[in-house]
């Protein structure tokens, strides 16, 4: 049975950055790509972006098997540590990684987590 966590990000977008890019990022770091069909490979996940401005804060709630969870995070962190994600359209969007943390789930996220775990 996977556990549920989500682990959260602050940063400031770049000029003319897409606030969906640091999402796309993180997919592609636990998925290979942004496009793919289900299952994860590594985590089931979902990223929601509020934005206020040029800060922008990320929740990532993903299902893991508990011995995943550390790698699954060490990934997020280092995707958005590279501060840029590539558009489709092959321009790129920046942003400033300003901190993550492990963060509880609210009741909302855990049945999120709950249906993208398929369980």
Do not use: N
């Not at 897409?18 to 979902?46: F, K, N, Q």
């Not at 990320?58 to 299902?63: D, P, Y």
């Not at 590539?86 to 987590?113: C, F, I, N």
């Amino acid at each position: 049975m996977p556990g549920f966590y989500v682990h959260e990000a602050t940063l400031r977008l770049g000029t003319g950055a897409d606030a969906a890019a640091p999402g796309a990022a993180i997919t592609v770091a636990l998925c290979g790509s942004w496009e793919h069909p289900p299952p994860c490979p590594l985590a089931a996940h979902h990223t929601a972006v509020q934005q206020e401005g040029q800060s922008v804060r990320l929740r990532t709630i993903f299902a893991a098997d508990p011995r995943q969870e550390a790698e699954v995070r060490r990934r997020i962190d280092a995707a958005l540590a590279t501060g840029a994600q590539a558009r489709p359209d092959g321009a790129l969007s920046r942003w400033t990684l300003l901190g993550t943390v492990a963060a509880e789930l609210t009741k909302a996220e855990h049945e999120h987590a709950r249906r993208i775990a398929g369980s």
